[in-house]
């Protein structure tokens, strides 16, 4: 059984108890219905991990809304409830069917598999929690309406799984503790990668760090993790953003354009690990995610700043046609006279 099928299974039988009454097959993988919005778990193509080693794509998918047209303020709005809420998801539009989904998508290899899959049962699960609070709000703003479904023989689900409504009560519990993230993991994270490549400049300690990583010939991104920040629906926990230079001619572009890269890298091929979203706001690209307490691991953080630093390498590549070489590493380059922005100068 490949590794893709291995983690489905395990998401599918072990972790989430799916019950066959309210769930169907997929071509490649199964959908089923937690609560009123369909959640679908499946792998959507191969890759290779480090060293060559067979990897599989894992998209989790949750419809949120549906009749849904992007006019200038519905993106507007969009985009202010992202850059406020972003989890380990984001959304994705399909114009063609005019529906909001939310995405997260990962790459999972047999090195990381043991507990990669336990993050992508919280991210599908924060999911569930997101559609199933949210939906009729935001819909109610953007003039859509919720993705409500039915199973095609049992009909609309009346009642939230019991396994995910207690769950998301811990969640909530967890939430509201101290975030279990500062800590001598972090400090010791600090201390051994951020003053040297990938890092173009960088600091930390057991709080959290900033680091600058290049992008495009002479300017840098920025990557931000905060452990005093809270989330306004899943308390403490760690928060992560990087800002990149982008140059757009209007704010509408900008959002059309982290729709765009969400489609990309939430939906058809990762930028490192796909929990979080991008934004747009005053100019700046953003990639936005928030980790619960629930997602806690030790050694986690430097697995979630190699992504980053995947991520600011393929968006310099993207954005700039500019790929990182051993020059793009001189600490002459570096943005310590970041601008307002924080992201250096654009190009």
């Known amino acids: 059984m490949s590794i893709g099928q291995n983690t489905l299974d395990w998401l599918r039988t072990e972790l989430f108890q799916v019950e066959a009454a309210w769930s169907e097959e997929t071509a490649r993988g199964f959908r089923w219905w937690p609560h009123q919005q ?67 998508l990962v790459r999972v290899y047999a090195d990381i598999d043991g507990w990669m899959r336990r993050l992508i049962g919280l991210a599908a699960m924060l999911q569930i929690r997101d559609a199933d609070r949210g939906a009729s709000a935001i819909a109610e703003t953007v003039g859509a309406a919720p993705a409500r479904s039915s199973h095609p023989e ?116 990762p930028m490192g690990y796909g929990f979080g979203s991008f934004g747009y706001e005053e100019g700046t690209l ?14 986690l953080v430097t697995n979630l700043y190699l992504s980053c630093a995947e991520r ?6 993207l954005l700039t046609a500019v790929d990182w070489t051993e020059e793009s590493f001189d600490p002459g380059r570096s943005a310590a006279g970041l601008d307002s922005a924080g992201v250096g100068e654009r190009g």
């Open 38 to 104: 369909a959640q679908t778990l499946e792998v959507i193509g191969r890759d290779a991990g480090p060293d060559g080693a067979p990897a599989a794509l894992l998209l989790v998918r949750t419809e949120l809304l549906r009749d849904l047209d992007l006019g200038e303020e519905v993106l507007a709005v969009l985009q202010g409830v992202t850059l406020r809420t972003a989890g380990m998801a984001g959304p994705v539009y399909d114009p063609a069917r005019r529906t909001l989904d939310l995405c997260t």
């Open 154 to 269: 049992r009909g609309l689900r009346a009642e939230l799984d019991d396994l995910i409504a207690e769950a998301l009560l811990r969640l909530d519990t967890e939430g509201r503790a101290a975030s279990r993230w500062p800590g001598a993991d972090l400090a010791r994270f600090a201390e051994s990668y951020l003053d040297q490549p990938p890092a173009l400049l960088g600091s930390g300690d057991a709080t959290g760090f900033t680091v600058e990583f290049p992008h495009g010939k002479r300017a840098s991104s920025l990557c931000e993790v905060a452990t005093d920040q809270t989330h306004p629906w899943y308390g403490h926990g760690l928060a992560l953003r990087q800002r990149f230079p982008v140059l757009v001619t209007s704010d509408v572009e900008g959002r059309h354009l982290a729709l765009e890269l969400n489609a990309r890298a939430l939906s058809e091929a």
């Open 286 to 299: 953003a990639f936005q995610a928030f980790f619960p307490n629930t997602a806690y691991q030790p050694g």
């Open 312 to 317: 600011a390498r393929m968006l310099s590549v």
